[in-house]
């Protein structure tokens, strides 16, 4: 079997960087020492506002071009507890770092810039506060257990109003990222 | 053929190719956007109109066909495992990156479900899928022609076969061959087509024809055609050996049991096969033919 590429990179690491955006309106609310509130405030800015353009351009993109698939689900579970491990992995370490020089802000970027990588090489790119806010949950959908040879056996991810989801349904959902799906409101659920 | 988008009445379209990699074959998926599902969703229609120009027959492995047809095979039947297994294969892999490579592309194909989640599956071999790479493609810049360097990929007119609950709708008898791998597949099931010919044919003895028929794709085409038809269950010996005779098909009998010559394998299952036969016109002169295709024709 070939190995399998993962593809939009950039849209993957844009969606990390949106999922980041409270982290970010927390240090802007915080201020630093090293930097004026200008500098931070129009940095904070702009790490908040291009990735969730871009998430908002992804979303865009794939709904005008129709860019939907079939999900079969064979198990699903409803991961809200993900945001649990955002908050440890992002919010609570990041948050009470002290940037009292620039050393300390260095360190904290490139253990930021770790986290980052991690979760968009582990395909945690769905975990963003903004899904919730807006009502989303996420499931994890794994393929029925047939014995088609060609069937998919890779877990995909489902952000989505639904409340529950059974086995043996079939979703329809807009592709945000090879295993990230997006199912609007209104979309036909049932 | 591709024009602008309209509405869609269905709410999913998805494009997959089918590689070869080694010694198992990979079907992945390939987003597509809504003017490239629209010329797919096309091409489905163009099959459908071509089918429906010529009555269905149903499809058998030991006919030689032309280049278009129209045959039938329902979808749980042997032969048509490996279409079938791309046909109800979920949750497929998307692989976006895939016709970067596009040499090991063998098939390419569209998924259609409706609203209801009725699906239908449209098939074609990739020959000129591929073939297009291979030549140089120009296209008018300002006045002049110029070489196109990108690598494009041309969507063919129609599919080789349309895959849907209700069975297999052939076009293109080769292509289906060649997606659904018969070749591997009625050699496979050879074995397993003589178990059946030896509960109904008890008084022939089929060990010199599995063995030649496991080796012979043409022997075994022949042996699953016959399945097919299943018109071996009341053959009569005494007929069975007196066509034999007419038709210069070599057997002998031992222990009761008729033993092919080894010279006369495939004449013995033409006669199964009902290819063989005899015709008597002109009184006292007895005619024996061999079909290269036929077709059963109903009387009364």
Redesign the interface.
Same mark, same amino acid.
């Given at each position: 079997?070939?190995t399998?590429?993962e593809?939009?990179k950039l849209a993957r690491f844009m969606m990390v960087l949106s999922s980041i955006s409270p982290l970010v309106v927390l240090w802007a609310i915080r201020g630093s020492k090293l930097l004026a509130d200008k500098y931070l405030i129009s940095f904070c800015a702009a790490m908040v506002l291009l990735p969730n353009l871009f998430l908002w351009l992804r979303i865009t993109t794939a709904r005008? @071009?129709?860019?939907?698939?079939?999900?079969?689900v064979g198990s699903a579970e409803d991961h809200r507890d993900h945001l649990l491990v955002y908050l440890f992995a992002m919010l609570l370490p990041f948050y009470p770092i002290d940037t009292g020089t620039w050393r300390d802000m260095a360190a904290l970027l490139a253990a930021l810039s770790f986290v980052v990588f991690l979760f968009w090489h582990l395909n945690l790119h769905y975990m963003n506060l903004l899904f919730a806010i807006r009502g989303y949950r996420v499931f994890t959908?794994s393929?029925?257990t047939?014995d088609?040879? @060609?069937?998919?056996r890779?877990t995909?991810v489902l952000i989505t109003t639904r409340v529950s989801i059974l086995g043996g349904e079939?979703i329809?959902a807009y592709?945000l990222s090879?295993t990230v799906y997006f199912e609007a409101k209104n979309d036909?659920q049932g | 053929m591709t024009g602008k988008a309209e509405p869609k009445a269905v709410p999913v379209t998805e494009f997959g190719v089918g590689l070869e990699d080694g010694e198992a074959d990979e079907f992945v998926l390939v987003p597509v956007d809504d003017e490239v599902q629209t010329a797919l969703e096309e091409m489905i229609t163009a099959t459908r109109e071509q089918l429906n120009t010529v009555t269905a027959s149903r499809y058998e492995p030991s006919e030689k066909y032309g280049s278009t047809e129209h045959l039938h095979l329902p979808l749980e039947d042997e032969l048509a495992s490996h279409v079938r297994a791309i046909h109800e294969a979920n949750n497929l892999a998307v692989n976006a990156r895939v016709l970067s490579n596009p040499e090991k592309v063998f098939c390419y194909f569209v998924r259609n479900v409706d609203g209801k989640g009725y699906r239908v599956t449209g098939i074609r071999r990739a020959g000129t899928f591929k073939g297009v790479l291979k030549s140089r493609l120009v296209q008018l810049a300002t006045d002049a022609l110029k070489i196109v360097e990108d690598k494009i990929f041309k969507l063919d007119n129609d599919f080789d076969l349309l895959v849907e609950n209700s069975g297999i709708s052939i076009l293109r008898p080769s292509g289906f061959e060649f997606v659904g791998e018969l070749k591997d597949a009625i050699l496979g099931a050879a074995p397993a087509n003589i178990k059946k010919l030896e509960s109904d044919l008890p008084f022939v003895d089929f060990s010199s024809v599995e063995s030649y028929a496991t080796s012979h794709p043409r022997a075994a085409r022949y042996l699953a055609s016959i399945c097919v038809q299943k018109e071996t269950k009341n053959i009569d010996k005494s007929a069975l050996k007196k066509l034999c005779a007419s038709t210069g098909v070599k057997i002998r009998e031992e222990k009761g049991k008729i033993v092919v010559e080894d010279g006369s394998l495939m004449d013995f299952l033409g006669v199964l096969d009902r290819r063989l036969y005899q015709v008597e016109l002109v009184k006292g002169s007895p005619e024996s033919f061999r079909a290269s295709s036929r077709s059963r024709i109903k009387t009364g």
């Open positions: 079997m070939p399998k590429v593809g939009l005008k @071009l129709n860019l939907k698939r079939e999900l079969v959908i393929p029925p047939d088609n040879p @060609l069937s998919g890779t995909q079939h329809v592709r090879d036909g | -």
